[in-house]
């Protein structure tokens, strides 16, 4: 009978040729939101036994399954052992995408994997080409698997002593995933209060340490695993692997010396904290704000300029073919050195001497102008239905297209109406970017039939 089942899921969700990537990617998410939000719905999946209803559960689950991490309720106190395994399973599909996870199943079945197969497998990990393709999903899962228990293992050191043996290492477990997939979802309510995050752990490196690791691993690429495992020293990388890299630690390190400067003598935040413990949780701001969404210093304390940088990092997010949202930092690199070019009169845009197509640059800019358009439009539509600050609206529209879960603590008090737009923002912000990146990345430019006379528009 499983083998049956496992046939049936790999022939009718893999070798569907009626549906195109996209259209796969984006399909693959809605069921995996719509089962998610029934179960939830359960009786048995909350702790008083009665059914949370459907909208927290269709919240809870687009969250989790878009590995996003903003609640409506604490996860611990309403969600029984039932609803937290559910939880996960979402998060850990929604982080290796779903299409990943059915691979699994022709790899344990030993079978071949077809043409149709590997296209999916392209389009789901963001990749420019089949070439290896099977190899990077295979080396993607074991190293997920592999990442997530090496931190549970290490975060069980600081759980089991806090919640006991079971306790802990369920936690340990559970947390270690959530970080991975970038979901921020914890477990930590019943000890430290609902929607505390790791504020209760915010003078732990071994917790701090091992979450910022997993989420700055997990929001790197699988495409970036791969060439480092095959080049294992920085010259015989690629060039997308090196700009990946450098933007990267120049946002975390940028971001993490900013925070430390502006939230220094912020009582809300660092300002009672010894130094060594100011820079550790000014680090761990900088890495979570790449889509993770664990919270160690409330941001609702945060100043205005901490909030904007915060929204700013948020909508950059990860990598392509990660477990990261946002724009990426690949189409942000391009962007940069689009306006290096620019400003220096150059008709090419190059990094490391090689030129980037001029396609990938107008792709680059299409794909920011469109999420930026959103942005600005949700945040006005929230603070005007809410009569709330432009900002902390922006910054809860920035956590949810960007798919990072932070909030300023405003987003279990926003009515129906705007709780409805971010579950749209967070299915879009995963989804939606995601498919358009695929569309934009496949798609042919057709010649143009007609050639039009040239005209000087003044620009500036």
């Known amino acids: 009978m499983l083998k049956r089942c496992a046939l049936w899921l790999r022939n009718g969700f893999v070798r569907g040729r009626s549906l195109n990537a996209t259209r796969i990617v984006a399909a693959s998410f809605a069921i995996i939101i719509l089962v998610g939000a029934l179960l939830l719905t359960l009786p048995v999946a909350s702790r008083d036994g009665q059914s949370a209803g459907f909208f927290t559960g269709l919240f809870t689950a687009t969250s989790s399954s878009c590995v996003t991490g903003l609640i409506l309720v604490d996860t611990w106190t309403q969600w029984t052992l039932f609803g937290q395994v559910v939880i996960l399973a979402m998060i850990q599909l929604g982080g290796l995408g779903f299409m990943t996870v059915v691979s699994l199943i022709s790899f344990a079945l030993h079978r071949r994997i077809g043409l149709s197969e590997r296209l999916i497998m392209v389009s789901t990990l963001n990749l420019d080409s089949m070439d290896g393709v099977v190899r990077v999903v295979r080396h993607a899962l074991m190293g997920t698997f592999l990442l997530e228990g090496a931190g549970a293992v290490l975060m069980s050191l600081r759980l089991v002593p806090d919640f006991g043996l079971a306790g802990g290492l369920w936690r340990a477990v559970f947390h270690s995933v959530s970080a991975f997939c970038n979901a921020g979802f914890d477990l930590l309510g019943g000890r430290f209060g609902a929607f505390s995050s790791l504020a209760g752990y915010q003078d732990s490196p071994i917790m701090l340490g091992t979450t910022a690791a997993l989420i700055a691993i997990g929001g ?241």
């Open 220 to 460: 790197l690429g699988f495409f970036v695993w791969e060439d480092i495992l095959r080049a294992r020293c920085w010259g015989r990388l690629s060039v997308y692997s090196k700009m990946v890299l450098l933007i990267t630690g120049l946002l975390i390190v940028g971001g993490a010396a900013f925070f430390f400067l502006e939230e220094y003598h912020n009582p809300a935040t660092l300002g009672d904290m010894p130094v060594w413990e100011k820079a550790l949780n000014a680090l761990f701001q900088s890495v979570t704000l790449r889509t993770a969404g664990f919270d160690a210093i409330g941001q609702g304390g945060l100043s205005e300029s901490s909030k904007a940088m915060s929204t700013i990092l948020m909508l950059i997010g990860g990598s392509s073919g990660s477990t990261a949202g946002g724009i990426k930092t690949a189409t942000v690199a391009v962007l940069l050195l689009a306006l290096r070019a620019n400003l220096r009169g150059r008709e090419q845009v190059t990094f490391r001497g090689r030129a980037i197509p001029f396609g990938q640059v107008l792709n680059a800019m299409t794909l920011t102008l469109v999420v930026l358009f959103v942005f600005l439009i949700a945040s006005m539509v929230i603070s005007t239905v809410e009569g709330l600050p432009y900002l902390n609206c922006a910054y809860e529209v920035a956590s949810a297209m960007g798919t990072v879960g932070l909030t300023t603590g405003i987003t279990p008090e926003l009515t129906r109406i705007s709780q409805s737009i971010l579950i749209v923002l967070m299915y879009l912000g995963r989804v939606g970017i995601l498919s358009f990146s695929i569309a934009l990345m496949t798609g042919k430019r057709r010649p143009a039939k007609l050639h039009y006379p040239e005209i000087n528009v003044m620009i500036g």
